[in-house]
């Protein structure tokens, strides 16, 4: 027997309240039933991204939120910085091209933040630009961007701050209307505890005058589509057909968020993270992170003469934990434990056991225990509960 468990930085483990909601009977989606179930799913995201924005509810992946706020506030040939500092930053500047942009790139070296200096300079260089897009944490390093200090930037600029926070959102620090974001891609894989398919976007009074203007075709991902559909009837719909079973689910994984409490979600993951993070350290291991370490996950250097790949199948294999390799130009060089989402204390010892145990296997040169030894001692400082 060996039993499975998720620690990837997204898809994470659903807890079990949610996992039994998928199996109830599918409800027809155009039904005032499931428009009161969509109606709390939506204030309880309202609630998570601090703000009174309107919620987009979304049929797709995280990157079908990216594309669609691109798709409706760029057109051809309109000039947009990308502010960068991995792979899902990169995606930014993927789509923008895709829809015909003009991108200036302000990218920070893999492993560092993107300084709110650099994007004052690019925003001073360029102010025509129409947008920043931008990663709240960036999955494939494992840094997190200074938001809030980005958003004192372009609140006086004519450009709107567009956010993934498909990693982030749910576990780290994030106020919508009080950091001035315009824009923010939500995924529900990940910090918001359930299973991968659906999305959120929410957009801001500047964001929706740029949405008015745009001219770019589009028509599943059509953004005056959804908010039309938002007040109909006086009570907010979807332009198709609902994921219904995945808006139930997150409507029970929405009430469980609040019942902790968001902001004890956010000190959940720092204090989780810190452990995993100074487990690795108490190995010898060198962290890959070396500005703003994500709270999502920790992403750690494959000692050398070790073979990162072959390491994650191990992990996976033989210990039945779902870790992450390197992605890009990380592929095999580092590894991603993840923090994230319905995660305990006991999930974030059992990542650093199965890490050394997978580790000694493969005959590195490490002291069995030592970073167990150091993953609990944190817990037991910061008082975790
Ligand atoms: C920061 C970030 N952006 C975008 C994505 C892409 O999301 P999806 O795979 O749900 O399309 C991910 C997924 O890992 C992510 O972590």
């Known amino acids: ?14 807890p079990a309240d949610v996992l039994v909601e998928a199996a109830k009977p599918v409800m027809h989606h155009r039904t005032p039933q499931y428009r009161k179930i969509l109606t709390e799913v939506i204030e309880g995201m309202k609630y998570v991204l601090g703000t009174v924005n309107n919620i987009y509810v979304i049929g797709s992946s995280g990157t079908g939120a990216m594309e669609m706020a691109v798709a409706n506030t760029v057109n051809a040939g309109d000039k947009v910085i990308v502010a960068t500092i991995g792979a899902f930053g ?15 790139k302000v990218a920070a070296e893999w492993g560092y933040a993107v300084k709110p200096t650099e994007l004052k300079k ?8 129409v947008a920043v897009f931008t990663t709240l944490n960036e999955t494939s390093t494992g840094v997190y961007n200074d938001i809030e200090e980005f958003g004192k930037l372009t609140v006086n600029h004519k450009a709107i701050l567009v956010v993934d926070g498909i990693s982030g959102i749910g576990a780290q620090p994030f106020y919508m209307d009080k950091w001035n974001v315009d824009i923010i891609a939500v995924g529900s894989q990940k910090g918001l505890m359930i299973p991968p398919g659906l999305a959120y976007l929410a957009a801001s009074p500047k964001a929706m005058k740029v949405v008015d203007n745009n001219k770019s075709p589009k028509f599943y991902f059509d953004l ?7 007040t109909k009837e006086k009570m907010p719909d979807t332009p198709w057909t ?5 808006v139930c689910q997150q409507a029970v994984a929405l009430k469980l968020i609040r019942e902790e409490g968001i902001e004890n979600i956010w000190d959940r993951h720092k204090k989780l993270s810190r452990a995993v993070r100074e487990g690795m350290l108490a190995l010898g291991l060198k962290l890959f992170a070396v500005e703003n370490p994500a709270v999502v996950l920790c992403s750690v250097m494959v000692p050398d003469g070790i073979d990162g790949k072959a390491l ?9 934990i779902s870790m992450a390799g390197g992605q890009g130009k990380m592929e095999g060089k580092i590894f991603r434990i993840g923090t994230l989402g319905y995660t ?23 002291e069995i225990g030592k970073g167990v030894k150091r993953a609990m001692e944190v817990l037991i400082e910061e008082n975790y509960k």
Request: without cysteine; charged residues 30%.
């Open 90 to 104: 990169d995606r930014w500047e993927l789509i923008a091209k895709a829809w015909g942009a003009n991108v200036v």
């Open 224 to 230: 005056k589509k959804y908010e039309k559909a938002m």
């Open 1 to 14: 027997m060996r039993k499975k468990y998720i620690m990837a930085p997204g898809p994470t483990e659903v």
């Open 242 to 246: 609902s994921a219904v079973s995945l």
């Open 122 to 129: 690019a925003l001073d260089e360029n102010p025509d630009a």
């Open 344 to 366: 305990d204390r006991f999930d974030a010892i059992m990542g650093v056991a199965a890490a050394e145990m997978a580790l000694k296997d493969m005959g590195a040169n490490i």
């Open 312 to 320: 994650m199948k191990k992990i996976r294999d033989d210990y039945g």
